[in-house]
């Protein structure tokens, strides 16, 4: 289904993916990387442009502004989206292609001959036969996440503050840095938001409303060996890596990694190992629906840090646990209206709702546990993190029609 915001839609996703924005989990600052920063003084200067009000960029890095209200006694909305990227893959140089009236088959990628993306690899793409499909040229993943969501806020603001016809409450909007690394619900946010419930623009297929995410934690495995010239090693050295191997071995391979699970049940997955024959650093994401599950995966990852301490007592293994976010379904149970509000707009559009739980999580899970509800939307974004990363300009204005339907059905209360 084309829209009437598709030329919009298709040149803002363009503009913004090109830009580099990854974030850096071993950065402290916020953002991580001050390369977010273009980005967010570009958003800062295209919303006073078009007339928004009360636009800043905040000391945290995110970018907040309003759309007045044109209807009274209607709730305050905030609609966010970040503008990171995910730092497992490259995202440097990154060069939109835009594949017009897709014809089915097989994409093929300028600057990566033998990579290919067919419905075959990623079937939601056999569905979109005549879109027009936004892939990146091969070498880089596209951005997509979420910088579809940022151009689906964007030109929905934009059609608001060009029609003030439209009956809305209030609208906050928020670009956030650093989803990617777990930070991008900074604590004044929900102060600063001042909204009665919100909804991130971060989810993948037509129709998905969702209001249940993965619980998660992080750890950092720490392995201190003895280190000696090797020539002299002989019963004196620790290897710091045969160690951190160990632990990576002794964990569940068959059962409870990523590429082993689905659907409701969770994961340990180990993301990154550094270091060297004297130390050697494990970083994991322990991921559950549910919070005992979680505590399980963390008890289990502690036992078997402890069990390949105790056979070698010379060498420190350390298991720090932190939490990371919280499923957005404990709180978000308790009253479903943000979630019915954004069901009844979707079935306004011809579009059936469907809610499945997040296999990952979104700033709405760390928005909603900090006391703003926050469902997560769909923007059509599909093979996320990746070079196959792809997204459909008619999906995407779907997407904006359903923000401007969801905002104008709260204000007839």
Not at 236 to 263: D, S, Y
Request: aromatic share 6%; with cysteine.
């Amino acid at each position: 289904m084309r829209t009437e915001f598709d030329r919009e839609l298709e040149e803002r996703l363009v503009r913004y993916a090109a830009i580099d924005t990854q974030s850096d989990e071993d950065q402290p600052s916020a953002p991580s990387t001050a390369i977010q920063l273009e980005m967010q003084q570009l958003l800062v200067a295209e919303l006073a442009e078009m007339g928004a009000a009360e636009v800043r960029l905040t000391d945290y890095g995110a970018v907040l502004a309003t759309i007045p209200a044109t209807a009274e006694a209607a709730p305050v909305i905030a609609l966010l989206a970040h503008v990171d990227t995910a730092p497992q893959f490259n995202a440097t140089g990154v060069k939109p292609v835009v594949h017009r009236n897709y014809n089915g088959g097989t994409i093929s990628f300028a600057d990566a001959p033998g990579l290919a993306l067919s419905p075959q690899h990623s079937p939601e793409l056999a569905q979109k036969a005549g879109h027009d499909i936004v892939t990146a040229s091969g070498t880089t993943l596209l951005g997509a996440d979420d910088k579809a969501g940022v151009a689906v806020i964007m030109t929905a603001a934009r059609h608001l503050l060009a029609n003030p016809g439209i009956r809305h409450g209030r609208v906050r909007l928020a670009f956030t840095p650093d989803e990617e690394v777990g930070r991008g619900v900074d604590r004044r946010l929900p102060q600063d938001l001042a909204a009665d419930f919100a909804y991130t623009f971060d989810g993948s297929t037509v129709g998905e409303i969702e209001y249940e995410s993965f619980s998660a934690d992080g750890a950092v495995v720490t392995v201190k060996g003895v280190s000696i010239h090797p020539g002299t090693a002989k019963d004196k050295m620790v290897n710091a890596l045969h160690l951190a191997a160990k632990i990576i071995q002794t964990l569940p391979h068959v059962t409870m990694t990523p590429e082993t699970t689905e659907g409701r049940e969770g994961f340990i997955h180990v993301y990154d190992c550094r270091g060297g024959s004297a130390e050697a650093t494990l970083k994991f994401i322990l991921r559950d629906f549910e919070l005992d599950g979680l505590a399980a995966k963390g008890e289990l990852l502690r036992h078997v840090c402890a069990t390949v301490q105790a056979t070698e007592p010379r060498a420190e293994i350390t298991c720090e646990i932190r939490p990371q976010y919280r499923n957005m379904r404990y709180w978000l149970e308790k009253d479903m209206t943000p979630v019915d509000l954004a069901r009844a707009a979707c079935r306004d559009l011809g579009i059936e709702p469907v809610s499945v739980p997040i296999r990952g999580g979104t700033d709405g899970s760390r928005l909603t546990e900090m006391g703003v509800p926050c469902p997560n939307i769909f923007t059509g974004m599909h093979e996320i993190h990746g070079p196959l990363e792809w997204v459909s300009v008619q999906d995407m204005g779907l997407s904006a029609k359903l923000c401007l339907r969801l905002v104008e059905r709260a204000a007839l209360g």
